[in-house]
Each structure stands twice: as C-alpha cells, then as structure tokens.
C-alpha cells in the first residue's frame, strides 16, 4: 500500500491504497493453510480479490448501497449464476 500511494492522484494505485487506508483494510493474503480451500471455492476466491477494487473502479462507498452495488455490478458480470 506504501508503494500504490505513491503514486500520482487519480491512478488506480493510488485510489486503490487511499480506499484501503481511508477503510483500514489490508489486501486479501490466503494462507497456505487456506490455499485448497480457496482453489476449491474459485468463485468466492474471485469475489474476494475483486470486490475491493471494485469499489474504487464503480466509486461506491462502503455503505449498504454501496455494497449493494459492487455486489449488483459482480450479478452483472456473470460472476456465478447464484448471484
């Protein structure tokens, strides 16, 4: 994150470090105890590593509706057919 907010305003490294920094989140890191896991479950992990950046991409905030975006944009993009 140290590294994306460096760079100039209005790249995608640097909204991506500030939305991250501004919710206290940190990147997704599975552990190697969670590696089967998640190649068994290819959905959620594609979900996982994507919904944050969405955020930044789609400008939605962290709030319900916001949420509710991300999530209908993902519905949008054939992510899975249970969504």
Do not use: C, W
């Not at 890191?29 to 590593?49: C, G, H, M, Q, T």
């Not at 949420?67 to 944009?73: K, N, T, Y």
């Amino acid at each position: 994150m140290n590294q994306l907010s460096q760079y100039p305003q209005g790249t995608f490294g640097r909204e991506y470090a500030t939305y991250m920094q501004a919710n206290q989140l940190k990147p997704l890191n599975i552990s190697p105890e969670l590696e089967d896991v998640a190649k068994r479950n290819l959905f959620a992990l594609r979900y996982l590593v994507t919904h944050d950046i969405f955020h930044v991409l789609l400008d939605f905030d962290t709030t319900y509706a916001g949420e509710i975006g991300v999530l209908a944009f993902a519905a949008t993009q054939n992510y899975s057919k249970s969504l």
